[in-house]
């Protein structure tokens, strides 16, 4: 298990497409990818459950993954977060 804790910072905002978006990259990866805020944990591979976390430029979260190729899908996820990639 993996993971990284990460400070939100998305160009577009965190509404629906940037969400959308996340689900698109998380999805790429075998193991679990989950993303904490606060007291929710939620499936990042689930649009509905990223939607439910409201998220907002600056919110700290963190990545947990699972699974063989963990180490990549965190760090690309929390690269995504940090507005590093599009």
Do not use: C, F
């Not at 160009?11 to 904490?36: N, T």
């Not at 591979?45 to 600056?58: P, V, W």
């Amino acid at each position: 298990m993996t993971t990284k804790a990460v400070q939100v910072s998305l160009q577009e905002g965190v509404d629906a497409r940037p969400m959308a978006m996340l689900v698109q990259v998380a999805s790429q990866y075998e193991a679990s990818i989950y993303i904490e805020h606060k007291t929710k944990r939620v499936n990042a591979k689930s649009i509905m459950g990223m939607m439910t976390l409201a998220l907002k430029n600056g919110d700290e979260v963190t990545v947990v993954t699972d699974g063989s190729d963990e180490d990549k899908a965190a760090e690309h996820i929390g690269n995504y977060l940090t507005g590093q990639i599009a």
